[in-house]
């Protein structure tokens, strides 16, 4: 007999549950933690920027001022004008003078510009979809990760991402970065930076739908 | 207790350091969880549904499992299975060799120490790169995780100043925590990119769509597995979930009741290979879903404990694991949730001490988030540790002199009586100091004297 056949004959048969799944996540909206008031992208913010997630933010009118919002942030950081941008048409674009822009990213990368598909106000999340426009290291490798979001593409809640991906093919990596990466590993003390990002600013593009979806 | 478990818990117990560490961490995990679910009235109502999507799994395991493997083949992924630890490491270490690895990153997995992959790895000749930062400590020192959570848990800032001051190619100054974990991240960079092959576990398997879901702090898993050429997933079975918005409830009560933040700061779904065209990720993607005794337990009564996330917050509320730390325990997991499998994975002869080393103060059954009747389970080792004959000699036959008292009751309430009459000679302003036969008690602490007259004849005094 192989494993296989060995785990799942040491389980037995079991009816189909499709329904009952499908009632347990029914009790979902009665339960959630009270984090997304009547404007989702408000919401957003307040969490992104919060003690817990610690990220920074900025809001633009429209995606054409990301540029000089990302000059605006390594100016004050004394960061130079070089940046990884992620390979999206979307910032592809955009006019990036004054900057000098790269489509690789190094190991010990500064700064990179990633364009994050939606966000999450309940968690203060961004979601990345990886694929040929989306490299997963562009996340994980600089040290200052900057990242533009829509306020159109902010969603209420976790499960709502689940809502989003439902019926689309699947990417290699669906990854929800909650704030700079850290690290509480040595005496519990909170250290940035651990092998992820030290930083993470978020450049908010637009207006939002004003109330929050629901589901 | 054995000699041996009686040891490693006396040598703990004096280890003035460890206790430090130990209070150091567990303090701050209690402290911010319980900020966590003071902030959340739903919290009690999301217990229990993340406890009812646990049990529906479980109750449909057969179901998922095809359900998942269905899925993760679709995506592209190779599926394995492995009965026992051995069948996994085995699977692991051939992967391995066939993709031709010389180095292997790892992100932390309690499944992974389960089975023992980091010394199956060392035994197949690979180099291991440990890279969750605490792993990382407990690498170099050659040590064992002492936590599910924080795996150095036991190691003061000192300690792993020395280590890496001693190991890292570029240390620096390593003056504070913060530069300490610089000098792990410069040390670290190059071994992620040149691995040839990256393994991780998984938080949760997604049925409907064959997604493996990671959950860490420091952005390693995600570093392990996109750069090398391979990334391997070694999960256990119970590790299921219906649908991504099932996850999103149990991540909710993981994260918190782990470290009170509300989410980690990177979540993903990890589902197949690099797609063509996909700008980086690995070429081949392998699943190792081990048993491992998780089918026993579902025979054995002990179904309930696969709803453990593995969350830690069992160990930091337990006062025992609070006093001894993680390695006392002497297997891969420490605390309550350690000895209720620890006895399954390595045999209740050599470690019934564990589900009797516990005062049933019930604390960790309070703070689980999936609700599993930890004490309850341990009464059940209890129970079956008796009925096997395992404690020693003398605690059966004094036990079975009480019983054959107890179920005598003149002579119960005789003994009673001289019991109390004798050890009122020892008490001194109400307390016992020391006492024949009660070393092992007033070595440590005093006894409180007993009443003039029994239980029973102050009944009787009274007229009923």
Redesign the interface.
């Given at each position: 007999m192989s494993a296989r056949d060995a785990i799942f004959a040491a389980i037995g048969a079991d009816a189909h549950p499709a329904a009952t799944a499908a009632a347990l996540l029914a009790r979902v909206p009665g339960l959630r933690p009270d984090r997304v008031g009547n404007d989702a992208v408000e919401s957003f913010l307040a969490r992104l920027t919060g003690p817990s997630v610690a990220a920074t933010a900025a809001r633009v009118a429209s995606l054409a001022e990301v540029p000089a919002a990302v000059r605006d942030y390594l100016r004050v950081r004394g960061l130079g004008p070089r940046i990884a941008l992620q390979p999206a048409a979307a910032l592809r674009a955009l006019d990036w003078a004054g900057l000098e822009t790269h489509g690789g990213i190094a190991v010990d990368e500064a700064a990179s510009v990633c364009l994050a598909a939606y966000a999450v106000a309940e968690t203060g999340s961004l979601v990345f979809r990886s694929g040929a426009d989306m490299p997963v290291l562009f996340a994980f490798l600089p040290m200052h990760h900057i990242v533009v979001v829509e306020a159109a593409g902010v969603v209420a809640w976790l499960e709502d991402c689940a809502a989003r991906e439902a019926g689309r093919p699947a990417p290699r990596n669906l990854i929800l970065v909650t704030g700079p990466s850290g690290t509480t590993d040595i005496e519990g003390v909170l250290v940035r930076g651990a092998h992820g990002p030290g930083h993470l600013h978020v450049i908010l593009a637009g207006a939002g739908a004003g109330v929050a979806e629901s589901s | 207790m054995t000699a041996a478990f009686t040891a490693r818990t006396e040598q703990a117990i004096g280890d003035r350091t460890l206790k430090l560490?130990i209070d150091?961490?567990t303090g701050?995990?209690r402290a911010k969880r319980a900020a966590a679910v003071a902030?959340?009235?739903?919290f009690e109502?999301?217990r229990e549904?993340g406890r009812?999507?646990k049990d529906?799994v479980i109750?449909?395991?057969?179901?998922y499992?095809?359900e998942f493997e269905r899925n993760a083949i679709a995506?592209g992924a190779k599926v394995h299975?492995?009965?026992t630890a051995e069948?996994a490491c085995d699977i692991t270490i051939r992967l391995c060799r066939s993709a031709g690895a010389r180095s292997v990153t790892r992100a932390k997995s309690m499944l992974g120490e389960e089975i023992g992959l980091p010394h199956a790895l060392a035994a197949a000749g690979i180099e291991r790169v440990e890279?969750?930062?605490?792993e990382h400590?407990v690498q170099l020192a050659g040590d064992r995780p002492s936590h599910i959570v924080?795996?150095?848990l036991h190691?003061?800032?000192e300690q792993?100043r020395e280590m890496f001051a001693r190991e890292h190619a570029d240390p620096g100054p390593l003056d504070s925590?913060?530069a300490?974990?610089?000098s792990?991240?410069r040390q670290?960079?190059?071994k992620?990119?040149a691995a040839d092959v990256g393994i991780s576990g998984a938080n949760f398997l997604v049925a409907d769509?064959g997604?493996v879901c990671t959950v860490t702090?420091?952005?390693?898993a995600?570093?392990t597995t996109?750069?090398p050429r391979v990334h391997i997933v070694t999960a256990g079975?119970e590790k299921l979930v219906?649908?991504?918005?099932?996850a999103?409830?149990l991540?909710?009560l993981l994260v918190r009741s782990a470290?009170g933040?509300?989410?980690?700061?990177?979540?993903?779904?990890?589902?197949?290979?690099?797609?063509p065209?996909?700008?980086?990720?690995p070429d081949e993607f392998h699943i190792v879903?081990v048993?491992n005794g998780r089918?026993?337990m579902?025979?054995e009564g002990l179904a309930e404990m696969l709803r453990c996330l593995r969350c830690g917050a069992c160990l930091n509320h337990c006062v025992v694991y609070r006093q001894i730390g993680g390695h006392a325990y002497g297997g891969t997991y420490p605390g309550p949730m350690g000895a209720v499998l620890t006895p399954l994975l390595d045999g209740l002869p050599a470690t019934q001490d564990l589900p009797r080393a516990c005062t049933l103060n019930g604390q960790c059954a309070e703070v689980c988030p999936v609700k599993i009747p930890l004490p309850k389970l341990l009464r059940g080792w209890r129970d079956r540790s008796w009925r096997e004959g395992l404690p020693p000699r003398t605690e059966v036959f004094g036990i079975g002199v009480w019983r054959f008292v107890a179920a005598r009751p003149a002579l119960y309430r005789l003994a009673t009586r001289l019991a109390l009459r004798s050890m009122r000679l020892f008490a001194r302003g109400g307390w016992i100091r020391s006492m024949p036969f009660a070393r092992g008690w007033t070595a440590h602490r005093d006894f409180p004297g007993p009443a003039r007259r029994s239980f029973m004849e102050q009944i009787r005094g009274r007229g009923r």
């Open positions: - | 560490a150091r961490t701050t995990a902030d959340w009235p739903g109502q999301a549904l009812d999507i529906h109750a449909h395991l057969g179901h499992l095809a995506s299975w492995a009965r069948e890279t969750d930062l605490a400590v924080w795996p150095a190691k003061t800032r792993v925590v913060e300490m974990v610089g792990a991240r670290l960079r190059m992620f990119m769509s997604a702090n420091e952005g390693n995600e570093l996109t750069p079975i219906p649908s991504m918005a099932h999103t409830v991540l909710r470290t933040a509300e989410l980690t700061q990177y979540t993903t779904f990890h589902c197949g290979p690099k797609r065209g996909d700008a980086d990720g879903l048993d089918t026993r579902l025979r």
